[in-house]
């Protein structure tokens, strides 16, 4: 057998899939950062003509104060969250099972919304 285990440096091996392993943990907390910032931008702009896109229609000031705290405050907080615990190994699981919440709620909001609305309707993310 010419190619036998001892003959293969541990550090290279495990070099490469330390820094995979670091990439794949990382890119749940991109997208989150990525999606959350986009989303939350798009609504601390423009807060009237976003939510006029989905169907929405201010009818006070009040309202649109509102609309940027629920749809651009949370949003950006938990970007800033997802973007921060990046860089910190302390904390990345936990941020980790936010992502998991947060993306659990909404999709389970929007379950129960098709469900007790009697709505299939969707919209594009953009």
């Known amino acids: ?29 991109v997208m989150t950062t990525v999606i959350f910032t986009l989303i939350s931008f798009r609504y601390l ?16 000031p009040g309202g649109i104060t509102i609309a940027r705290v629920g749809f651009a405050a949370f949003p950006l907080s938990l970007a800033i969250l997802a973007y921060t615990s990046r860089f910190s190994t302390r904390w990345r699981l936990a941020d980790l099972y936010m992502v998991l919440t947060a993306d659990s709620v909404v999709i389970t909001v929007r379950v129960l919304g098709f469900w007790l609305d ?9």
């Open 45 to 60: 702009a423009h807060p009237v003509r976003a939510a006029a896109e989905a169907g929405i229609a201010f009818t006070s």
């Open 1 to 29: 057998m010419g190619a036998a285990m001892n003959s293969y440096s541990v550090s290279a091996r495990a070099g490469n899939s330390s820094r995979l392993a670091g990439v794949l943990r990382r890119a749940p907390l």
């Open 118 to 126: 009697h709505s299939t309707a969707t919209r594009p993310f953009f």
